[in-house]
């Protein structure tokens, strides 16, 4: 189906309806946000004198509710400027509008009778053929074609959005036997492509596939923490970043999205699963229905399973809901020697085994709501769906887990814990068994380097549809390695691209990462096309190793500081100054030297999910890796001329000055890290295919080695300017005198030292600016006091 999506109209402006409205706005699509009019007056509206027929008020909702969604954090959207492609209205006046459109998603109420209302005054306007699809995340989607079309019908299906939509990477898509096959893989290709989306084909069953498992895994941690008299605290410190889930875990994660919604979800599922044979997991204990009676839903009533308060001397405090007494009490450290042995394992895919083996009761707790998850995603098949990788998609993708139920059971061992969970009184479904029998021991293969599943019915493994197109650096670790050392990996990724990987703790970069940088330009410009710089993790860069220059520092090993800064500074320049083209694929976290790398790429493929920027002001430096140099570059190659130099120049100053990290690819543009030549991709599975023929597109075009640029600095006149800046702000007490060193240091390098007017400089000018006042604030205690903090653990230093 040749389609394209070019406006969109979104009828309920919700805490959903707005946010997809962003969402589809942050990828270019012009989009009309409807929603129903006020049916009185608000006093305030009173006072103006204002009626009901006006269309301040009759916009009144939608407005209130858009604008909620574009001041919320984390931002909806990408950049505040995309809300100027939504336009407000109401079903009243704008419903025409929609014969306009090209996609309609229904956004209203959780309530078919009320979804039937407008689906009714939708066919009266829209044009045939447009695609209709609705946000629901319960009710049968088949039901809500009664009484409509068949060109209704035809393009009529479930597009279940996850909340937050810009962050949450799931899109179901849920047809109906009526829905046109064509417009299922409409929406699959455009979730995954356009959106950006993991998308999942669902049937529709209840709560179709990630709510169905995702709130059973919930409810099931439940069960099992009462089954061995553990609390909140220790809980979430179990089911958080230390089995690869959000921080917010359990309970905090049910106090954001709000325990009204937790237990409607749960007593609708415990309402139509009259065949599930975990039923009763969803018939809630006692004590949440006293939590809602007391209206304790969670942040929407500032307190849940947790309460923010302030103590005697007004310090903020958080106070953790005791289930027995149901008073607040204060937080309790959680500690186990299960959670001890696995400190030192970063791989969170490693500690699996050493978790659900443990002879504590953290253990035990693993391996009972393990046992009974592994049993309930084996019994689903084929009630949910058809294929077992569709389970772990939605999962990870909905809730934000890093591995899936099925991954999670292959990695501690399939065949050896069906066993385990006999013996614990869980059995799985009898295809898992036939599994075993047929001589399969895994769930998931990867095989010519894509990843493939076991299928049930044919008893063989098939490729995961739609992920041919995807490189996935885990699939060629036996086949395509080139080159390894302990931090990085080179891979031969095909059509004659390397793709060098760092592997390091949060992907810092110390010298096993500068040493893999250099063999991985050696090796391709000896003989290889050119060469990409991404990797699959959580983050692409936390930027330099701190730990090694603080030691270093706290030694006064200042020669061995300097070579470090020259060895760097010499890398990104020669990533700069290949032979061959250097495409660097940010994502998520890109920080310091992360961020350095990214600003020295011949061209970057950047997620729209990056958060990077130059932090060393965080930490008492100066960005020494060639970051304050290139952007003082840029910023010299975007001004015109006169006062136009110096306020550009000042833009890029606070930014480096102030530490400012860009929240999307978006807002990196803006900030001049990425320029118009380089690309953004929305889904990051894709981004290394993309950077990969961003590669082959430059050496076709006949890529040749640029020469070392030269550019002007203000020397002395913009000096004056950032110093009578930096001043005024100490004066006003918004800084400290160590951060007006560290400004002052930044605003010597950006305007070329002392020089008496404007100077044309070489890059290497700078760069030996750089490392001078990088070096020297080594040597400075508060610096080192703000290093020790952040690798404590703890927040930013401000001294």
Request: hydrophobic share 40%; aromatic share 8%.
């Amino acid at each position: 189906m040749n389609r394209s999506i070019k406006k969109a109209a979104i009828l309920g402006s919700g805490i959903m309806g707005s946010r997809i409205a962003c969402h589809l706005a942050n990828i270019g699509v012009e989009v009309l946000l409807l929603d129903i009019s006020p049916k009185e007056l608000t006093p305030e509206e009173e006072k103006k004198g204002l009626s009901l027929e006006m269309a301040v008020v009759k916009n009144r909702i939608v407005t209130q509710m858009f604008n909620t969604a574009v001041k919320s954090k984390p931002a909806s959207l990408y950049d505040p400027a995309f809300a100027q492609r939504v336009t407000l209205g109401n079903f009243d006046d704008d419903m025409p509008k929609i014969k306009e459109v090209d996609w309609i998603v229904e956004v209203v109420v959780e309530n078919l009778g009320i979804k039937k209302v407008v689906f009714e005054q939708v066919e009266k306007y829209r044009t045939p053929g447009t695609f209709i699809t609705s946000n629901t995340s319960g009710i049968p989607i088949h039901l809500m074609t009664e009484g409509r079309s068949e060109d209704f019908k035809k393009y009529f299906c479930g597009t279940h959005f996850f909340n937050p939509p810009r962050y949450l990477k799931l899109l179901e898509v849920i047809p109906t036997p009526d829905t046109d096959p064509e417009v299922v893989d409409f929406f699959m290709h455009y979730g995954d492509r356009y959106l950006g989306k993991t998308t999942v084909r669902c049937k529709d069953t209840p709560a179709f596939i990630a709510n169905r498992v995702g709130i059973y895994a919930i409810l099931k941690v439940v069960d099992s923490m009462q089954k061995f008299g553990l609390n909140i605290d220790q809980i979430d410190k179990l089911t958080g970043p230390v089995i690869g889930r959000p921080k917010s875990a359990t309970f905090r994660t049910s106090d954001v999205v709000g325990l009204d919604t937790l237990v409607k979800v749960s007593n609708n599922l415990y309402a139509t699963l009259e065949n599930d044979e975990s039923r009763e997991t969803f018939n809630l204990p006692p004590v949440i229905n006293t939590m809602i009676e007391k209206q304790w839903l969670g942040d929407k009533t500032k307190q849940g399973f947790y309460k923010k308060t302030k103590d005697e001397n007004g310090n903020k405090v958080i106070l953790t809901l005791n289930l027995e007494t149901l008073e607040y009490e204060p937080k309790q450290k959680a500690s186990f020697p299960t959670l001890e042995m696995t400190k030192p394992i970063d791989d969170v895919k490693e500690r699996f085994k050493v978790l659900l083996s443990g002879k504590d009761k953290a253990g035990e707790f693993y391996r009972d709501s393990f046992y009974g998850l592994f049993q309930y995603v084996s019994n689903r098949i084929p009630e949910i769906t058809d294929e077992l990788y569709k389970i772990d998609d939605a999962i990870c993708a909905g809730f934000g887990w890093e591995v899936g139920p099925f991954k999670t059971w292959e990695l501690v061992g399939v065949k050896k814990t069906v066993a385990k969970m006999e013996e614990a009184g869980y059995k799985p479904a009898q295809w898992v068994y036939e599994m075993l029998e047929a001589g399969h021991e895994t769930f998931f293969k990867a095989e010519g380097g894509t990843t493939t599943f076991y299928d049930i019915p044919s008893k063989s493994y098939k490729g995961v549809p739609g992920t041919e197109e995807y490189i996935i650096l885990d699939n060629l670790r036996e086949s395509n390695v080139v080159w390894k050392n302990s931090g990085t990996t080179l891979f031969d990724i095909g059509d004659g691209v390397l793709n060098l990987e760092f592997h390091t703790k949060m992907n810092t970069l110390g010298g096993e990462v500068i040493e893999g940088i250099n063999k991985a330009i050696s090796l391709a410009e000896e003989k290889y096309r050119g060469l990409v710089i991404a990797n699959n993790g959580q983050n692409f860069s936390a930027g330099a190793n701190l730990a090694l220059v603080f030691m270093n520092a706290i030694e006064q090993e200042y020669d061995e500081i300097d070579f470090m800064i020259a060895a760097f500074q010499k890398t990104m320049m020669r990533a700069r100054y290949s032979s061959v083209p250097v495409v660097v694929a940010p994502h998520a976290l890109t920080l310091g030297g992360g961020c350095e790398l990214t600003l020295h790429a011949d061209h970057v493929q950047m997620a729209g999910e990056t958060y990077i920027g130059l932090v060393e002001v965080g930490v008492g430096l100066i960005p020494a890796g060639g970051g304050t140099k290139e952007l003082t570059m840029r910023a010299a190659d975007r001004a015109m001329s006169g006062d136009v130099e110096l306020n550009t120049l000042q833009e890029t100053f606070m930014n480096i000055a102030m530490a400012k990290v860009a929240t999307s690819a978006y807002e990196a543009k803006n900030m001049g890290i990425i320029t118009a030549k380089d690309s953004i991709t929305l889904n990051k599975d894709r981004q290394i295919a993309d950077a990969k023929a961003a590669v082959i597109r430059l050496a076709d075009q006949g890529y040749t080695q640029a020469a070392e640029r030269t550019f002007k600095v203000q020397g002395r006149s913009g000096m004056a300017m950032f110093y009578a800046g930096v001043n005024g702000m100490r004066m006003g007490n918004y800084i400290s005198d160590h951060d007006v060193k560290i400004a002052k240091k930044i605003a010597n390098v950006m305007c070329g030292g002392d020089l008496s007017a404007p100077t044309v400089v070489s890059e290497q000018y700078l760069l030996d600016l750089e490392r001078e006042a990088f070096l020297s604030l080594t040597g400075e205690k508060k610096t080192l006091e703000r290093i020790q903090a952040i690798l404590n653990g703890g927040k930013p230093l401000r001294n």
